[in-house]
């Protein structure tokens, strides 16, 4: 590190990926010695007890509005912060609206704006980038903002195309995990999963977390269930999210509801992970992953489909992805890599201390914060 920085930070407090990304890269930063203050409407589930100042973003509701006008709110928010006090760097994640926020402070504060820098995390580049409601000015505010990252080459390339933006305007950054934290058990002990469900049995253990959303495909994951009746698989999922009951319904009929345990949405599933025999991410689109990474992190094989940045994660070598939608595919992949657990397990691990250890990436960050403000002769 050269000099602490100032850093302020806005995210969506939400389940996602890229409010868990946010507050544990800000929690890092702050152990860094910067000074970080993150802007939320909410406090994120993930910055709970990390002792980072948190600020939360008043959005005014009014008869007139159908929607909150939570952009501008973002803006306003940003420029009383840094009227108030000393800022070197906004660190905006999801570009929409947040870029849009990130362009309106700049203008107002003028010659007092501090270095604006948005991290894209998946659908505001795949899903919302393209709307023609969005686009426009989405991709203006980006060709102005000071620095740009996204966490795979998969997203750099999208993003480039969505936004017309130009080669190395993007730095990409990969997500990142606590591999304390995420980390296989002492002793592996099927038990501890076993006992969430009614019956013994010893088929393999499978575990999903994810925020259920359609993007993720969860019916899929009743689906590779039934597929694998024949060795009495069974899976556990964490999470909550708006494709749960459709969900729950697909495994009824399946005749697997037995085998599916639903334990909601909790923050401390690391403890329950690292004892399953493969983690399962059906997801249809993935900038990254990041559930995935934890998986991994626990040394646990990952099975999923060949999307969006995934394959950047999830190498032959620690898990296998099929073509998109293939459910023979996948159950087999997953029966394939039952055999090889152990091995695919400890490769996985070494992946994720090797190349996505949040120490290494965080100091990534630093070091792309500290260029942009360089080049802005801010540094
Ligand atoms: O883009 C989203 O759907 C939101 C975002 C989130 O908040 O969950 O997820 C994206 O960002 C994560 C963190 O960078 C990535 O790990 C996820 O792969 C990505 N989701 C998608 O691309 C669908």
Redesign the pocket.
Known sequence: MTRPLSIAVVC?P?V??????ASELARNLGHRGHRVIVLATGMPERLKLNGVRFEKIEVPVAPMFETAPYGLAVANHLIHLVRRESIDLIHLH?AIPHAASALVAAQVLGAAAPAMVVTL????V?RLGPHPSLNPATAFALAKCDGITT?SQYLRSEAQTCFDLPDGRIEVIS?FVDTTRFAPPPQRDRRVLEALFDEPSDGPLLFHVS?LRA?KRPLDLAEVVARLRTVNARMVVVGEGPERAALEARAKELGVTDAMRFLGSRNDFEGLLGHADGFVLP?E??????AALEALSCGVPVFGYQV??LPEVVTSGVGTLVPLGDLDGLAAAILGGLRARDALGRAGRERATSMFRDDKVVASYEEYFQRVLASRGGS
Not at 16 to 21: A, D, H, N, Q
Not at 121 to 124: I, K, V, Y
Not at 285 to 290: L, M, N, R, T
């Open positions: 969506f939400g996602g990926g890229s409010g868990v990304i999801y995390h998946g659908t505001d795949t966490p997500n925020n993007v997801s689109s993935e900038s990254f992953g990041v969006g940045g």
